[in-house]
């Protein structure tokens, strides 16, 4: 019978086959069984565990037993010492907020330097708040802080966005933040009921203040559309509370972090101041005195007056012009580019309110 001829394997890439490896017979299972580990006599189990040679592995000295001094016993004073010493920092020095596991929300009332500490006046004024922000509605995308709007126009509608941080230890969870605005003047959070509700968002999560994600801008749904008659100047609130770290409800953003305002308006150019401080003229409250400063100083008031006379006419006299214009005010009270007023109402050194009026030459730009 004629021999098969050799066939080239079809795969000239694949390894040979390995030879069937043959059955294990009892001869090797038997030379398996002599592969276990022998039998140590007591001087060799000794040594394996280390109870002699200290150069065993394994091997540790003992301890030698322990002999009290006779006549010895515990002081407690060290311990009683250690303990008053923990006990009088605490009761120094208690959790708060941002010392403590818990979140702690903030929306600045004024920058830089704005930690949370309440209440800011005096003599920060807490109506200058910079992170509650506008954008105009036909600009769309994202955030765009090239693209803010500094001074709102009556008719206008605009994106409303809130800058919200986390200065607590601990996340926050389901973060409601909402915003308001409410008529021009001296607005105290003292009646609610004069702020109208604009809308508001949700912030599944700011992470504790160690993290990047400790802060967010939100954008607010809906836009909020300026009503006619109140020229622009409108006082917008915001606020921001969750489970962990509740808001009180009250719109004081002058005692509570929780809060924030935007009572600023600013007017560049040929712009009249006349109008907006008729309307402060109408509002300001009942038996309450009204001081007016320029600049950061707050020593000495340009004007200090009550409800009732006409602070176009009373700053008008103050600076000898007749003509109230963002560039007349900015030559005359400040360096020739802006000057600014703060007007500040209180009553017995109780704030009822505040408003700032920036004249400047020229709309500055955002930084």
């Excluded at 509370?241 to 600023?264: F, I, K, M």
């Excluded at 309450?288 to 400063?293: D, P």
């Amino acid at each position: 019978m004629p021999s098969t001829p050799d066939v080239p394997d079809a795969h000239p890439d694949r390894a040979p086959a390995a030879p069937a490896a043959a059955a294990p017979s009892a001869a090797s299972s038997a030379e398996r069984g002599q592969e276990k580990h022998p039998v140590l006599t007591p001087e060799q189990d000794r040594q394996a565990r280390g109870g002699s040679d200290q150069r065993s592995v394994g091997a540790r000295p003992y301890p030698p037993p322990f002999t009290a001094t006779p006549g010895w016993q515990f002081d407690p004073g060290p311990y009683d010492r250690l303990r008053g010493q923990v006990q009088e920092i605490r009761g120094r020095r208690p959790a708060t907020r941002k010392t403590g596991l818990f979140p702690c929300l903030l929306i600045r009332g004024t920058v830089p330097g704005d930690r949370a500490a309440r209440p800011l006046w005096p003599p920060t004024p807490p109506w200058e708040s910079p992170d509650i922000l506008l954008m105009d509605a036909r600009v769309h995308g994202p955030f765009d802080r090239s693209r803010l709007v500094l001074q709102p126009r009556a008719h206008a509608t605009y994106r409303v966005f809130i800058h919200v941080w986390n200065l607590g230890r601990f996340p926050a969870y389901g973060v409601a933040v909402r915003a308001w605005w409410a008529a021009p003047g001296f607005f105290d959070g003292s009646r609610p009921e004069t702020a109208n509700l604009i809308g508001g968002t949700w912030i599944d999560v700011l992470d504790d203040r160690t993290r990047p994600g400790c802060h967010r801008i939100v954008e607010l749904e809906p836009a909020w559309t300026v009503v006619p008659n109140n020229l622009g100047h409108e006082c917008l609130l915001a606020s921001a509370d969750c489970v962990g770290d509740p808001w009180s409800n009250r719109l004081e953003a002058n005692t509570d972090r929780h809060v924030a305002q935007r009572n600023l308006t600013i007017l560049a150019g040929e712009e009249d101041l006349g109008p907006l401080l008729d309307q402060l003229t109408e509002q300001v409250p009942d038996r309450t005195r009204l001081r007016v400063f320029v600049g950061d100083e707050q020593r000495d008031p340009l004007i200090t007056t009550e409800r009732g006379p006409s602070l176009r006419e009373l700053l008008a006299e103050r600076i000898a012009e007749r003509s109230l214009t963002a560039t007349t005010v900015a030559r005359v009270l400040g360096d020739g580019r802006k000057a600014t007023l703060r007007f500040i109402a209180d009553n017995d050194d109780v704030l009822r309110g505040g408003y700032t009026i920036v004249a400047a030459g020229r709309i500055p730009r955002p930084s």
